[in-house]
Nanobody, 120 residues
Framework: QVQLVESGGGLVQPGGSPRLSCAAS????????MGWYRQAPGKERELVAG???????NYADSVKGRFTISRDNAKNMVYLQMNSLKPEDTAVYYC??????????????WGQGTQVTVSI
């Protein structure tokens, strides 16, 4: 069994810089791509940022230059550093990873989500 646990959300003022963390635990042989998604009320879930095993990253246009995704392979963790937050960044943020619990088998796993609210 694999679990993803996110942390770091909460109420943040505009311009704030919180960091989200996601820890993967359980039966893990290897971790492939990792990423962060978000879902705002009344909107579809969207990709915010992704990071591959190689370290290459990709970002939604709306967060480029403000958010930075990183990973610590030794700790099975992925992070999202968010800077210059705007009210439109308010959403539930979800960690998503592709994990191999054994060789030649890959599953996508989701965290439970962490609320980020940007407001005065």
């Amino acid at each position: 069994q694999v679990q993803l646990v996110e942390s770091g959300g909460g109420l943040v003022q505009p311009g704030g810089s919180p960091r989200l963390s996601c820890a993967a635990s359980g039966h893990i042989f290897s971790i492939n791509n990792m990423g962060w998604y978000r879902q705002a009320p009344g909107k579809e879930r969207e990709l915010v940022a992704g990071i591959r095993n190689s370290g290459s990253t990709n970002y939604a246009d709306s967060v480029k230059g403000r958010f930075t995704i990183s990973r610590d392979n030794a700790k099975n963790m992925v992070y999202l550093q968010m800077n210059s937050l705007k009210p439109e960044d308010t959403a539930v943020y979800y960690c998503n990873t592709f994990i191999s619990p054994m060789p030649a088998l890959v599953h996508a796993y989701w965290g439970q989500g962490t609320q980020v609210t940007v407001s005065i």
